[in-house]
């Protein structure tokens, strides 16, 4: 009874604090799942919606009505990174896989993945971002 008391306490609170971070909601509203990646000097947060990986404090940005360059970016078809490419390591602890994508940090520090911004917002590969855009 002890243990199913501690696994209750710790999802309550993985859910509490899920609902307190706006990174982690919006993501999850957007039908996303959220992780950090490290950066090298910094650590971030990222939403995979679908195939794609966003920043996930630029969809916080859209749902304060702000923009950020990433987003703009791929609403308007731009398949080419304006900023710097980085290399992140994803962790799958699903699969106990490990892979390495290549983000496009923009100059206001915003990011999306470059095979997501290669491809185009018109590729059917990204059709769960456009959603989650309302593109």
């Known amino acids: 009874m002890k243990s199913l008391t501690t696994v209750f ?8 604090m899920a609902m307190n971070n ?3 909601r919006i ?15 910094d650590q971030v947060g990222l939403c995979k919606i679908g195939n794609s990986y966003v920043g996930a ?4 940005y859209l749902a304060q009505n702000q923009t950020s360059e990433s987003l ?3 609403a308007q078809r731009e398949k080419n990174c304006q900023g710097n490419e980085v290399q992140v390591v994803i962790s799958d602890d699903a699969n106990l896989k490990t892979n390495f994508k ?5 100059s206001d520090g915003s990011l999306i993945d470059l095979d ?3 491809s185009g ?10 959603m989650a855009l309302g593109l």
């Open 27 to 41: 993501c999850h509203q957007k039908n996303g799942e959220f992780l950090s990646v490290d950066l090298g000097n």
């Open 9 to 16: 306490l710790l999802f309550f609170s993985m859910n509490l």
């Open 102 to 106: 290549t983000l496009c940090q923009l």
């Open 121 to 130: 917002r018109d590729s059917v590969e990204n059709s769960a971002l456009n």
């Open 57 to 60: 404090l630029d969809l916080v």
């Open 22 to 24: 706006p990174q982690i």
């Open 116 to 118: 997501t911004l290669n």
């Open 72 to 74: 703009v970016s791929y």
